[in-house]
């Protein structure tokens, strides 16, 4: 979806605001998974737009404490964003740091929307239309605490969002299949791409039935053409210094929203991070089909390859059902192997088990390993349907819930039984009285 940023000085109000446009009674919202801690991005909706809101208030101190000009922080900000508020306090008026700020706005030729935020009463009025004279256009009078204006703000800002096509987290179908390279900065999936496309890009021109679009790029692997999205992300890589952890996380999910298989790159000289674990969240969250690639094969030694094996059990056991690769950008190894793990897990992913071999499986299942009996009462499945695929879903009808224990060995033996190498499965239950 859209990106609107919040930017402003700090103590103006954007953490309020956020908090006040995610509790109107339209916005429906939800964290963006794997960003756990600082929570700073949120999926909301107004009157049936989709939009991703970002709230810089959270990061205004780097890692050691200090605080970055607002005017720097800012600018990342609106890089990122399709359309930008910009809060002032409105007890105050603009002061030279918004003033800069606004010199850098008109740089960026960006749809903003101008906030005078702590606006209660009329007296109040007085520091407000003077913001005028900002050349932001008409200043909206808010009240983050109390609510007043928001909705007004809201009516503007998803005026002016682009009309894209709303993908928020819906897959794309047709063309070429699409893949989202994703991995912590350094890992080198910009090695990766450029090996991949080498002397065998594809130009878009050349691709039948497809929208050209500038982010993406399209590339020939094992005799087929794949739409690598949201490269110019992955390429971007000056600005990623400037930017933090959390921007990575937003092109993450941005890209796993546009694609139907993920590539998570790892690398092999570096110990598993807490970045590494969070993307793979959000790839896994995502319900996309999904591969794990480990670079920089070539930099492996005997000892390091003793811990490696040891840390991919104990980091990734939870994903141990993707397919893996290893590989490494600089030579070139292994890069044949990416086709067919990709080939594999979104074939995996659009599988549709018939709903007689799915009952005949947990059939044989309950009677040779029958749910625990719990307070006397023991669960019965009556009926399993698979209603869903990409990814594959599952529905269980039952006299009672399961335990997640027995739920969680069905799963096992779903994922023995059929093939579901590369794709995440979801069973849910519906309980019968
Ligand atoms: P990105 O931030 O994920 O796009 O990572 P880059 O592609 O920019 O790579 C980061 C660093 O790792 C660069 O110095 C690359 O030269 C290096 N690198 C990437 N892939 C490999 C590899 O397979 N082997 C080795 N030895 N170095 C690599």
Redesign the pocket.
């Known amino acids: 979806p859209p990106v609107l940023a919040i930017i402003g000085r700090p103590n103006v109000g954007k953490s309020t605001l956020v908090n006040r446009i995610i509790r109107a009674r339209q916005a429906v919202v939800e964290d963006v998974p794997g960003v756990t801690r600082d929570r700073v991005s949120y999926e909301a909706e107004w009157n049936g737009k989709d939009f991703t809101i970002v709230d810089t208030g959270g990061w205004e101190q780097d890692a050691k404490g200090i605080h970055k000009r607002v005017a720097e922080q800012a600018e990342i900000a609106v890089d990122e964003a399709d359309v930008v508020a910009f809060v002032v306090d409105g007890l105050v008026g603009a002061t030279a740091v918004d003033e800069a700020v606004v010199k850098m706005l008109r740089r960026k030729r960006k749809p903003v929307v101008l906030l005078a935020n702590k606006v209660e009463t009329e007296a109040h009025m007085a520091e407000v239309y003077p913001l005028w004279n900002l050349g932001l256009g008409e200043p909206y009078p808010i009240s983050a605490l109390h609510g007043n204006g928001t909705g007004d703000v809201l009516d503007a800002v998803v005026k002016l969002l682009p009309e894209t096509a709303q993908h928020g987290g819906m897959i794309p179908i047709g063309g070429p299949r699409r893949v989202a390279l994703i991995?912590?900065?350094?890992?080198?999936?910009?090695?990766?791409?450029?090996k991949l496309a080498g002397s065998e890009r594809v130009v878009v021109d050349d691709v039948a039935g497809t929208t050209r679009d500038p982010v993406d790029e399209y590339i020939e692997l094992g005799g087929e053409t794949w739409r690598f999205v949201d490269t110019a992300g992955?390429?971007r890589?000056q600005h990623?210094a400037q930017g933090s952890e959390y921007y990575a996380m937003l092109r993450t999910q941005r890209a796993l929203d546009k694609a139907e298989v993920a590539v998570a790159?790892l690398?092999v000289?570096e110990p598993t991070s807490e970045q590494d674990v969070r993307i793979l969240q959000m790839a896994v969250d995502s319900g996309r089909a999904l591969v794990i690639a480990y670079?920089?094969?070539?930099?492996l030694d005997e000892e390091r390859r003793y811990y490696l094996e040891r840390e991919i059990n104990r980091d990734l056991g939870h994903v141990s059902w993707a397919p893996r690769v290893n590989?490494?950008?600089?030579?070139g190894w292994h890069k044949d192997k990416l086709a067919p793990a990709l080939d594999t897990a979104l074939e995996n992913w659009s599988q549709r088990i018939p709903t007689g071999r799915l009952n005949a499986f947990l059939g044989e299942l309950v009677a040779a390993h029958p749910h625990p009996v719990r307070g006397g009462k023991q669960p019965r499945i009556l009926f399993a349907t698979q209603p869903s695929s990409r990814p594959p879903k599952f529905v269980l009808f039952t006299t009672g819930f399961l335990d997640p224990g027995y739920r969680r060995f069905i799963m096992r033996r779903l994922r023995e039984t059929f093939d579901f190498t590369g794709t995440p499965i979801d069973i849910s239950m519906r309980v019968r009285e």
């Open positions: 991995g912590r900065p350094n890992v080198g999936k910009s090695s990766l791409l450029n992955v390429r890589r990623m790159l690398a000289d670079n920089k094969w070539d930099l590989v490494s950008a600089r030579t």
